[in-house]
Structure formats: structure tokens, C-alpha cells
């Protein structure tokens, strides 16, 4: 038998109320590179990306059946995504995917 405690629940309401307002993010970031046109992005963007909403909804899924595994899933599902544009930007031989302004 386990007890659950108000501060656990509490975690519970700020977990699930993260990962929703983060799943929507994706899904927002994901439908801006839809709208420019599959073209517009290189293939290994478009690669991560689709990597990245499978991993975000593993998590979300987690989040919300209260596993024991969401607190961790949560912590990939946020940091893979943060990972790319960082490499991105850091890379100068890859300036057609960079989102910074090097030439």
C-alpha cells in the first residue's frame, strides 16, 4: 500500500502541466516546418524532428499513466530537443541548418 502525499500531488499537477504546455510546443514548432514545406528543411532535420515527437510523447504518455519512469522520460523528452539546435548552431560547415547568423 502507498500513501500518497499533498506534495506528491502537487508534482503530479506541475508534471502534467509541463508536459502538456511543451507537447504543444512541438506540435506548434512541428507544424511551422509542415507550413514551409517539407523542402525547406534538410532530411536530417526533418529526421530529429520526427525522432524528437516520438520521444515527446513517450514522455507525455508516461507523464499522464504516472509511472514511475515519467520524471526521467520527461527529463529526455526536454533535453534531446534543446541538444539539436545547439549542435546546429556550434557546427559553421553546416550553416544551411544553423539558426544562428554565421557565414
Known amino acids: 500500500m502507498t500513501v500518497r502525499t ?9 508534471l502534467r502541466t509541463t508536459a502538456v504546455i511543451f507537447a504543444a510546443a512541438v506540435l506548434v514548432h512541428g507544424s511551422d516546418h509542415v ?5 525547406a528543411s534538410p532530411t536530417a532535420v526533418m529526421i530529429a524532428g520526427s525522432i524528437q515527437a516520438v520521444v ?3 514522455a ?4 499522464f ?7 526521467h ?3 529526455v523528452g526536454t533535453c534531446s530537443p534543446a541538444s539539436g ?3 546546429t548552431a556550434s557546427c559553421p560547415s553546416r550553416t544551411h541548418t544553423s539558426t544562428g547568423s554565421r557565414g
Open 56 to 58: 515527446v510523447l513517450i
Open 65 to 71: 499513466r504516472r509511472t514511475r519512469w515519467a520524471p
Open 60 to 63: 507525455v504518455v508516461l507523464v
Open 85 to 87: 539546435p545547439s549542435v
Open 35 to 39: 507550413r514551409r514545406g517539407l523542402d
Open 6 to 14: 499533498e506534495r506528491v500531488d502537487a508534482t503530479d499537477v506541475y
Open 73 to 75: 522520460a520527461a527529463i
